[in-house]
């Protein structure tokens, strides 16, 4: 048994320890919005944030994670209220097939958490961990730079 | 260009023929005789609904409509229910999106069959859909008159209401239903459509119905897909195509907590477990001994060797227009003119979606239920039905979201989706397969790899009085279904698609094709098709002709298509939008090029920086496309970035590689693609030609990659010939 809090709730988790988190949240708190798409850390689509910081929970083992506070994308919003960046991902029309996109969600709130105004620069280093095949980078940068400087 | 050879490929007749050779159940599909089913007073558990087709309405005003079309990104969900909401007035809040069954009088209204594909969702429904909401509209007008005992033309509708225009008063449609079932209203034969001076939705941006379930992480694609007692599997694929299972040893997978089941499948072997990680531990406990089979030396160097001398030899004529040799031996000799000669390669692709296949089918003995992200829903359930013997009425397709397709997902032989029926086949649980990112890049279904050799001739003058094209590369419909609604005399059209028929005037034109044997990966159709290799090959070799007769590029090309009014127009548009001509700084480059695809036309200018280390950054990519009737230009706009950065992953880095009969790249560190820094800045300009939507996902992804190394050559003056960019020493730059 595994402690964890996942958007707030205690978990006690049973499941190998070497587990990544991305399959604890899909496959055991069918939390089924953080996405698999590589596996190695390379794609981004399965970012959470762990005690504040963006995580690959695809490469996080049950075992590193325990005791701490996990966020997905279930989790920040308030209630019925988008969060920000959900709002304007909203207005930009930025989603396509939006199957990269509570990676790229969770990968802009971080960023903006530590950098509330970031540069393009900036920007570009925040979010090259995270791929979209659908090619949304141009509207994702856009919707970061409207949260950032409303 | 036009003579007798053309007309047998042209791309409608190709396309009418495959709806008869699939079935052609609805080619020429009638509306009328679509909606003149059961219409109204249809009793659900939510009380009666005014429904047809496409159109359910319900008593608290509430409208599903149901989409024939495949939603992976390309905005299908929201263009086609405006469609209907333009013409019955609706209101956009109170519409929701449901994917339309497996049935005939939901398939595709051009091909008769359910598919997605060749960038025609909208197209096709722009006809159907308008007449259904129309027609709908019609009924409601009629039961409003009724019920006021008032003419119907002093009545018209707005917002999911029907408002009497002399006094003010309204009706909500889920308010009338109650009246067409008391007087048996029926849909009119046929009905005017609205001027398109009067639309308030069509042309008007339009947000993604889709986005709030995006964005909050609900949406449920199908890797998602929960059902009680489903177990996950991963299937051990042979390392070489075609390789068969000798022998396996399931002992120690089977050890492994959670795995329930190891069985053979014809992909492989299927490890069964409570959940993915469980069954991914066990298939790496696997043992199993590989027939590898014929296969076993296959490499991808071989095949550009084969293609090589292919391009060489004469092939089957797939475009003649005057005489090609004629003109070479008429102007060839003479001192002023010259003759150029280019050879294109391009790779296998992988589709490399952002959601790796998967399916999940639960099978009982006499009726299959299946969840699929597909884009082929009528030819999976057909195999479907076939390999369980059953009918096809008992097998029912749940067509789900997915996470980016490109043309993988309308699988020939309904791979993924099969093979899941296959793996719960005999359980008495669901099981839903999920391919691991690797089994993803390499599962061989691939953009084929080509090779195109061109020799041009320019007279004195700068004419080019001569273009003969050869170009290899396996056929995507050979050995197929659709053999023979898309092969004509041995030629795929969707091997040819933009290098014949193309909108510039050249009087002695001959294209000609080889279609090597099948071997090895299969070619699929990949984001833009025949197009990805054509649009290269004919754009990069009309700008080393434009440099060989001392032309500029733009000029040339606007002179190409004096009579060819829609692509001169977006020709134009283009030079003025980017200011052509004007002068930029050494390290900078501009490369034009342009399409005629999937019924639409459309030019690129890239703008590039290049560094002494060959580091490349796009600065900016304008396109000017005219598509039709843009229906959602918000969407329009977020399809041609779409393309763009599809095509320039596969220009700069995209390359799937086999040696001896194994795939190399395996994952996105080895099969890069284009990220966030590298994102250029994206100005698109839509020309209103006022003509019927034509295709926008696919075409943006033709252009990019000749108009990329356009660019490069104006910056440096050197020509790159074989993609991608990569394996000549460039890289993005970091
Ligand atoms: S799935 Fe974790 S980074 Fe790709
Ligand atoms: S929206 Fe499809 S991968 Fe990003």
């Excluded at chain 1, 509570?102 to 971080?110: K, N, P, R, Y």
């Excluded at chain 1, 090259?128 to 509207?139: E, K, V």
């Excluded at chain 2, 190709?14 to 009793?43: E, H, I, M, T, Y």
């Excluded at chain 2, 008391?182 to 009067?198: F, G, N, R, Y």
Aim: glycine letters at 10%; hydrophobic letters at 40%.
């Amino acid at each position: 048994m595994t402690k964890l809090y996942v958007n707030g709730t205690e978990h006690e988790i049973e499941a190998a320890a070497d587990t990544p988190l991305l399959w604890v949240l899909r496959d055991v708190l069918k939390l089924a919005g953080t996405k698999y798409g590589c596996g190695i850390a390379q794609c981004g689509s399965c970012t959470v944030h762990v005690d504040g910081t963006p995580v690959r929970s695809c490469i996080a083992p049950l075992a590193s994670v325990a005791g701490k506070q996990v966020t997905t994308i279930e989790g920040v919003a308030e209630g019925e209220t988008l969060h920000p960046v959900q709002q304007a991902w909203l207005e930009h029309d930025v989603v396509q097939c939006g199957y990269c996109q509570s990676g790229q969600i969770m990968s802009a709130i971080a960023l903006l958490e530590r950098n509330p105004d970031p540069s393009d620069a900036e920007i570009d280093e925040a979010m090259a961990g995270n791929i979209c095949r659908c090619g949304t980078y141009q509207r994702i940068r856009k919707a970061i730079k409207a949260v950032a400087s409303p | 260009m036009s003579d007798n050879r053309i007309d047998t490929l042209t791309r409608r007749q190709f396309v009418r023929a495959a709806g008869a050779a699939a079935g052609g159940l609805l080619v020429g599909f009638n509306l009328s005789a679509c909606d003149s089913g059961p219409v109204s007073g249809q009793v659900t558990g939510d009380g009666p609904l005014l429904a047809n087709t496409f159109i359910r309405i319900a008593l608290d005003n509430s409208v599903a409509i149901l989409v024939n079309h495949s939603e992976k990104g390309n905005g299908a969900y929201t263009a086609l229910p405006m469609l209907v909401a333009e013409e019955l007035d609706l209101d956009w809040s109170s519409i929701t999106v449901e994917p339309a069954p497996t049935s005939p009088e939901y398939y595709h209204a051009w091909w008769g069959v359910y598919i997605t594909g060749g960038s025609t969702s909208t197209g096709s429904s722009w006809g159907p859909l308008r007449s259904a909401g129309a027609k709908t509209r019609a009924m409601l007008l009629e039961a409003a008159s009724r019920y006021w005992e008032t003419d119907a033309s002093g009545l018209t509708t707005a917002g999911g209401y029907v408002v009497d225009a002399a006094n003010g008063r309204k009706l909500a449609y889920g308010d009338l239903i109650a009246t067409i079932r008391e007087h048996d209203i029926q849909p009119p034969e046929s009905v005017m459509l609205k001027d398109p001076a009067d639309f308030r939705i069509i042309g008007k941006d339009r947000r993604r119905i889709d986005a709030p379930e995006k964005v909050t992480g609900k949406a449920v694609f199908g890797i998602d897909v929960e059902l009680p007692n489903l177990r996950t599997a991963t299937v051990l694929r042979s390392p070489v195509f075609g390789g068969k299972v000798k022998s396996f040893d399931a002992s120690e997978a089977l050890l492994v907590e959670g795995v329930v089941k190891v069985k053979e499948v014809s992909s492989g072997v299927a490890v069964v477990a409570d959940n993915f990680w469980a069954a991914r531990k066990g298939r790496d406990a696997l043992k199993v001994e590989w027939d590898l089979g014929s296969n076993a030396g296959l490499s991808t160097a071989a095949f550009y060797e084969e293609y090589r001398r292919l391009v060489d030899t004469d092939g089957l004529v797939a475009e003649d227009v005057g005489d090609v040799e004629a003109a070479f031996r008429e102007f060839g000799d003479s001192e002023d003119s010259s003759i150029v000669e280019a050879v294109y390669e391009l790779p296998y692709l992988a589709h490399a979606t952002m959601e790796p296949m998967n399916a999940v089918a639960d099978v009982r003995a006499d009726r299959c239920e299946v969840w699929s992200g597909t884009q082929f829903q009528s030819n999976d359930r057909r195999l479907i039905a076939e390999y369980l013997g059953l009918s096809e009425e008992s097998v029912v397709i749940h067509r789900s979201l997915m996470g980016g397709s490109f043309g993988r997902r309308a699988s020939t032989i309904a791979d993924f989706t099969l093979e899941a029926v296959e793996v719960a086949n005999g359980e008495s649980f669901p099981v839903k397969v999920i391919w691991s990112r690797e089994d993803d890049m390499r599962g061989g279904f691939y953009r084929p790899l080509f090779v195109h050799k061109i020799r041009g001739l320019v007279d004195g003058d700068g004419t080019i009085q001569a273009w003969h094209q050869r170009a290899a590369g396996q056929s995507i419909m050979q050995d197929t279904v659709f053999e023979q609604a898309y092969m004509a005399d041995g030629i795929d059209v969707y091997s040819m698609d933009g290098c014949v028929d193309q909108p510039y005037s050249i009087a002695n034109h001959r294209v000609e094709s080889h279609n090597p044997a099948k071997v090895g990966p299969l070619p699929l159709w990949w984001r833009a098709v025949g197009q990805t290799h054509t649009g290269f090959a004919y754009e990069s070799f009309l700008d080393e002709l434009a440099h060989a007769a001392g032309r500029d590029p733009m000029e040339l090309r606007l002179e190409l298509t004096r009579d060819f009014p829609r692509m001169h127009q977006v020709l134009e548009t283009m030079a003025e939008a980017v200011d052509w001509g004007s002068p930029r700084a050494d390290n900078r480059g501009v490369g034009l090029a342009a399409r005629t695809a999937f019924g639409s036309f459309l030019a690129q200018v890239a703008e590039i920086s290049v560094t002494d280390d060959r580091q490349i950054h796009v600065d900016k990519v304008t396109c000017v496309i005219d598509c039709g009737r843009a229906v959602n230009p918000l969407g329009v706009r977020a399809q041609v970035q779409s393309g763009i950065v599809y095509g320039m992953t596969a220009a700069m880095t995209g390359e799937i590689e086999i040696e001896e009969g194994r795939v190399k790249q395996s994952n996105f560190h080895d099969y890069p693609v284009m990220r966030m820094p590298h994102m250029p800045e994206v100005v698109v300009h839509i020309v209103d030609s006022g003509a019927d939507p034509s295709g926008v996902g696919e075409p943006p992804t033709a252009p990019i990659a000749a108009a990329m190394t356009n660019a490069l050559f104006d910056a440096t003056g050197e020509r790159v010939r074989k993609l991608p960019l990569i394996n000549q020493g460039w890289r993005f730059r970091s």
